[in-house]
């Protein structure tokens, strides 16, 4: 396993790979690494010759009153981790090394960034795609891993390798939970114990969603549903609970055959996010 700790390092083992004719599996990430992450890492591994990690906390997409300063960071665990499931390098650059300068080109996430958590998180969505289009670029990958946790963030990334013509191909990978069906995430470790015994209430919140929208094709129904268990479960904020079409996250209607059901609570002070992917009939 290598820590490759600068674009430069970076650029060396990428050449060296291309020459070997190697294919690349990339699985990005901020760090702070849980069974979500080390499935995606083995499924790089699995379906690719190499398997590269970055671990970067991107500061481009916090906002200014997020928890950019606070996000748990532990560059030694990472790597064993990765090790591991066989990940062979992990990519750590610093802030400085990936944005040298200061008020360059910004990328603008279009439509599907101005709902959801790009509602709540403006300009979190361009943060991203700034990254990962320069990591894209960085790792030069065959194939580029992420989760299905992140819903938004992957109609958003499949919408920019569209856009811009990145030769990759996109692998995503279904939602990694605990036993008690909470998503497995990082920020998981802010909630204390009585947050963390209320959580599972969204996933279950989300289920009876699931159940009407499968049953009545009400998105409405669905959401109020939800709500209502949310609201008495926990003491939890709703931020959203949304039902709309998937990928390109617009109202339900006759013709959609996939229904994205998404939910975003703080549970304390800690937002959490977490959805479900439903096919529906179709017409
Ligand atoms: N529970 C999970 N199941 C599947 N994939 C996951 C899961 N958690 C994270 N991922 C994926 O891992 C990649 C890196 O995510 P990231 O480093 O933001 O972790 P995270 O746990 O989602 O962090 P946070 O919840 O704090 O945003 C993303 O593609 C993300 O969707
Ligand atoms: C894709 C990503 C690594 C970009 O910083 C991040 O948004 C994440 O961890 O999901
Ligand atoms: N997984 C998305 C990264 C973030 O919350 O900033």
Redesign the pocket.
Known sequence: MQVLKTIAELRTWVAAKQNEKQTIGFVPT?GALHEGHLTLAAAAKKENDVAIMSVFV?PT??GPNEDFDAYPRDLARDVELASSVGVDAVFAPSVDDMYPHDGGIRLLAGRQATILCGASRPG?FDG?IQVVSKLFHLVQPTHAYFGQ??AQ?VAIIQTMVRDFNFPVTLRIIPVVREEDGLAKSSRNIYLSEAERAEAPNIYAALQMARDIVVKTNDAAAAVQAARNHIESTTNGRIDYIEVLSYPDLAQVNEQTTDVLIAAAVYIGTTRLIDNILVSVGGK
Do not use: I
């Open positions: 901020m991107n997409q916090f979190h991203v946790k992140d963030q």
